[in-house]
């Protein structure tokens, strides 16, 4: 059986400061947002509180492939990205639709909002071949686009 990769999405482009929604601090959305995870991305389940699914779709990046098995690392992880800057320049209730980070092994992740109540998001890993891979790595490293 073939696996069919997933084509990244050319439309997810990370907001400028100056682009930012009016009201919208980095440092609010950083201490609001909140990491729940899913269970299509994770072998392991660590402490997420999540099972995953007895027949998981080989198109699903795992996010046990960046080593991360405690909600409360992902969760400082989502808010780094946030406080960073690291948000998509598409919002849905006040929450941007993504958010990046990277991990201290240098895994660059990917959270996409799951609950526009809450601004609840559950995160993977993007491949090395995503072209938003390189770009989050040089701004998370301090480096201006």
Request: hydrophobic letters at 35%; a positive charge.
């Given at each position: 059986m073939s696996v069919r990769k997933r084509k990244p999405n050319n439309k997810r482009k990370i907001c400028s400061q100056e682009a930012l929604p009016d009201g919208?601090?980095?440092e609010a959305l950083a201490g609001?947002?909140?990491?729940?995870?899913n269970?299509?991305?994770?072998?392991?389940?660590?402490?997420?509180?999540?099972?995953p699914p007895a027949g998981a779709r080989?198109?699903?990046?795992?996010?046990?492939?960046?080593q991360i098995f405690e909600k409360?690392?992902?969760?400082?992880?989502?808010?780094?990205?946030?406080?960073?800057?690291l948000v998509s320049t598409q919002?849905?209730?006040?929450?941007?639709?993504s958010i990046w980070a990277v991990t201290e092994q240098g895994v660059v992740l990917?959270?996409?909002?799951e609950n526009q109540v809450t601004g609840a998001?559950?995160?993977?890993?993007?491949?090395p071949s995503d072209p938003l891979t390189e770009l989050v790595m040089q701004q998370w490293n301090g480096a201006q686009p």
């Open positions: 919208v601090s980095l609001a947002v909140v990491y729940c995870g269970p299509a991305h994770k072998k392991n389940p660590g402490d997420f509180g999540l099972t080989s198109s699903k990046s795992l996010c046990d492939v960046a409360a690392v992902a969760q400082r992880l989502l808010q780094e990205g946030a406080r960073r800057g919002f849905r209730g006040g929450w941007p639709q990917e959270a996409q909002l998001y559950h995160g993977y890993p993007l491949p």
